[in-house]
């Protein structure tokens, strides 16, 4: 099981708690533990990432191990520590102002 943190914004839309367990098929990279999750979550289906493209939405970032993975390949492997459920896959809302 992957475990996944959200945002506040995503755990209103899902009306879950902070951190939400998932089963991810090997190998287990970014895209597989978003498609697992919106499959689960259908409504966070275009929240995440963009419909049409795929890519992640500019003001989403993702961090595993301590680690930002927001600018990697969505088939990147994740850690062994976030594919075991030692550590969550964190899914962040940035924040932007002036």
Same mark, same amino acid.
């Given at each position: ?16 708690g ?13 895209d597989?533990?978003?498609?697992? &999750? $919106? @499959?689960?979550y259908?409504? %966070?289906?275009?929240?995440i =990432? ?5 890519? /992640? ?13 927001? &600018? $990697? @390949?969505?088939?990147?492997? %994740?850690?062994?520590?976030? =594919? ?5 896959? /964190? ?8």
């Amino acid at each position: 099981m992957i475990r996944v943190v959200l945002p506040y914004h995503l755990r209103t839309l899902t009306q879950t708690g902070k951190e939400v367990e998932l089963h991810v098929e090997e190998p287990a990279t970014i895209d597989s533990v978003l498609g697992a &999750l $919106e @499959a689960r979550y259908p409504v %966070l289906r275009g929240t995440i =990432r963009d419909y049409s493209t795929g890519e /992640r939405r500019p003001f989403i970032r993702f961090f595993a191990c301590g680690e930002d993975f927001s &600018l $990697e @390949a969505l088939d990147t492997p %994740l850690p062994d520590a976030v =594919r075991t459920g030692l550590e969550p896959f /964190r899914i962040v809302g940035a924040m932007a102002g002036g």
